[in-house]
DNA sequence: TCGAGTGTCTGACATTTGTCATGCCCGGCG
DNA sequence: CGCCGGGCATGACAAATGTCAGACACTCGA
């Protein structure tokens, strides 16, 4: 095939994306057309470069890749996107899947690999990484409800009860009650650890 | 100056590792010698090739970049480490200029950039990002007390105060009390935020 | 339609955590 | 020597957290 795909790259890492820019032009049938070092940033150089596949990394500054997804997939249905991860976890990929994401992959594949999956997604082809798919697999659905999920986010950063019932406009042995059942639920020690937990699977 | 300056590179992440190794090729008086995707293996890459320079990720798996270049600095003394961090910690920064560490960069500098610090640290020079050292010097030293910072740790992972006294073969209440006072020193508003504040900034 | 099951919400009670006053030991200093 | 000052350690008390039984609304099948 002759057709060129036109290549969106995102990533705050400079050292990584100019690395990455470099060795993609190697192969003929890909050119990076854009980069991009935080999430509206990304955004705004697809609306100017209409690029073929996005290359997002999951973590970046302003707005996520599964953020930037979203967005993309209303504004250019043409554009496939493909994200890249660090350290993935599953319900980042469950997000992603959700929003129309093709491609998601950890940053241990070669450039090699990637360059194909590229041309992967660009055929319109889905491709998860095999790891990454069975952690999200035995990870499962989440089994909080809206509500205790909402309690347990806010009560992320350590906040004492009190402050999250009024945020939550909820009676504070209502918010003691979903942050027990959240516990009880995750099977963890107190609700510290239920939070981190939550968040390892991506159920908050 | 015609001497080529031979460099081993670990990242757990191929995708860079691979890309950054085209990238310095480039330049005429680099050559990577070794690649390595862990702590352990940078070690034995390292015995294997003596490099002059040792680019070393921060996180990796097996051991992580300081613990390596602590190794290295007593089996070869002649290599030089620098390091490179995707979101750095100024604790990680103290541990690692303790540990003989000649650079410590974070990933959003330019290749470029990277081959210029390699010949800085090679010729035997420092060089730490202005940015990380300025963090690293607001944040100071640790205000915690050997015990304080002890106690800190052992409730890091949500353990609760019975468990921890049972492990430090301490009252309770002298547990309660040695968080209340980190809690205290460091400005948290509980436990959880103390210990997420210290490991932002190396205390413990 | 009506009963079972589930999610939401609440207050009362037991447990855990945070705070305070206090005592002990040790090293430095007048 | 005697007397601080600081770190270590403890128990008592107040405040926050976790647990429990139960009320109400809503959905889904029998």
């Known amino acids: ?3 060129v795909v036109r290549v969106l790259l995102a990533d705050d890492e400079h050292l990584i994306r100019g690395a990455l820019a470099a060795l993609l032009s190697l192969e003929d049938d890909l050119v990076v057309v854009a980069e991009a070092a935080s999430g509206p940033e990304a955004l705004a150089m697809a ?3 209409a690029p073929d596949v996005a290359v ?3 973590q970046m500054p302003g707005a996520d890749g599964v953020k930037v997804a979203t967005s993309l997939r209303t504004e250019l249905p043409g554009c496939q996107v493909l994200i890249v991860t660090g350290h993935g976890r599953p319900g980042h990929l469950k997000r992603a ?3 129309g994401v093709r491609g998601f992959v950890p940053k241990t594949v070669s450039a090699q690999r990637l360059a194909e999956l590229i041309r992967t997604v660009h055929a319109g082809n889905r491709y998860v990484d095999p790891e990454l798919a069975a952690d999200a697999i ?4 989440s089994p909080l ?3 205790e999920a909402e309690v347990l986010e806010l ?3 350590g906040a004492p009860v009190a402050e999250i019932a009024e945020r939550a ?3 504070e042995g209502t918010v003691r009650n979903y942050l027990s059942s959240a516990v009880t639920k995750l099977g963890a020690e107190n609700r510290h650890a239920a939070v981190r937990l939550a968040r390892e699977r991506g159920w908050v």
């Open 56 to 58: 997002l990394d999951l």
């Open 169 to 171: 406009a909820l009676a």
């Open 97 to 99: 899947l959700a929003a």
């Open 138 to 141: 035995s990870a499962g659905d």
């Open 145 to 147: 409800t809206a509500r």
């Open 155 to 157: 009560a992320a950063d």
């Open 1 to 3: 095939m002759t057709e």
């Open 47 to 49: 609306r100017a470069h």
